[in-house]
């Protein structure tokens, strides 16, 4: 579901900042992300909630996670693809998952975010960037 919006550069990743799964998505991303090139926020950020309001998106209802890159803003099943084709190692093996039509993609999309909380646990505050990464945090 990528709409085209007008979106600045560089490629912003916001994520639920209080979820295990998405804390550890965003570790594998740094990771991975050779060329430093994603920057993140948490949903629960004052720059997440002006992003989303400004595309028309629920502020408050943190279940997907959204890239903005490129002027289009990229949610749930169709992110995490683009996110992984721009990552080192065998993570581009992801985007084979577009053989798949989306709707079938999201139904596991959404399985797995409605459950993160049950299945991974989460946090009590958003999680706080070490000194060296936090110029890659917008919040």
């Known amino acids: ?3 085209a919006h007008p979106i600045s550069e560089p490629p912003v990743i916001l994520f639920d900042g209080v979820c295990n799964l998405c804390n550890g998505a965003v570790t594998k991303i740094i990771r991975f992300d050779k060329n ?18 400004r595309l028309g998106l629920p502020s408050t209802e943190f279940d997907s996670i959204v890239l903005l890159k490129n002027g289009m803003a990229f949610y749930k099943s169709d992110a995490a693809i683009e996110i992984a ?3 080192s190692g065998l993570w581009f093996l992801a985007t084979l998952f577009k053989i798949f039509p989306q709707f079938l993609r999201n139904i596991i999309y959404d399985f797995i975010a409605r459950n993160r909380y049950a299945f991974f646990g989460r946090k009590e505050q958003c999680m706080i960037p070490t000194l060296e990464l936090k110029a890659r945090f917008l919040s």
């Open 1 to 3: 579901m990528g709409a």
């Open 36 to 53: 430093s090139i994603f920057k993140f926020a948490p949903l629960q950020s004052s720059f997440a909630k002006e992003q989303l309001q």
């Open 85 to 87: 084709k721009n990552l």
